[in-house]
């Protein structure tokens, strides 16, 4: 049997964490090269990609927040406000900014990014986040609490054969999510034709 050992997050990664905006900096919705990730672009799916939601930084700002980017494959968790979405980040994020109110998790030693990024999001992932909240007025995750999260890991091709069941199942999932939408879409369609239909031959009958 394979056998699984329980290390401390921090013992197998680093977290380092995001970058306010500077003040009197907002966002424009007008697309550039440095978008800017926020916990509202988390919780959609598995792999973060950029959507027409993202909003963006100009070039000056991009260069005083340049050292808090995210890569290929950094699995990011919130730490404020919803605490504990996290997601992996995808080729067309590589080298985006990153909010404060995240941190990226990087530089994982002996664990798989998308293990990892299913073992947060698992009900076990999920108590030791919440274990690791403080305080009641503002709740947040504090890096050192993240660092202390027990994470139990078996060998790294074991953690791949996990994930790859698992991403099987979310494929499914998104594809008849997927489905379901094009059908609702279609019966609204065909609802809406049927329903125009109807009222010609009506206002031809009384005609």
Known sequence: MEEWK?????????IRGGKRLPKGVALTPV???HPYIRIRDLGHSRVLDINPIFEYVDDETQKSISRYIVNTDDVILSIVGTIGLTGIIGKSLNGAN???NCVKIVNLNGLESRFLYYF???PIGQAEIERGIVGA???KLPIKNIQDISIPVPSIE???KIADILSSFDQKIELNNRINHNLLDSWHYNGS???LI?????NRLAA
């Open 193 to 195: 034709y049927k329903a």
């Open 31 to 33: 697309a550039n090269s």
């Open 98 to 100: 990153l909010t404060e």
């Open 158 to 160: 074991v953690q791949k």
């Open 120 to 122: 947060l999001s698992s």
């Open 137 to 139: 007025v503002q709740p």
């Open 198 to 202: 109807n009222n010609q031959l009506n």
């Open 6 to 14: 329980t290390y401390k997050l921090g013992d197998l990664a680093t």
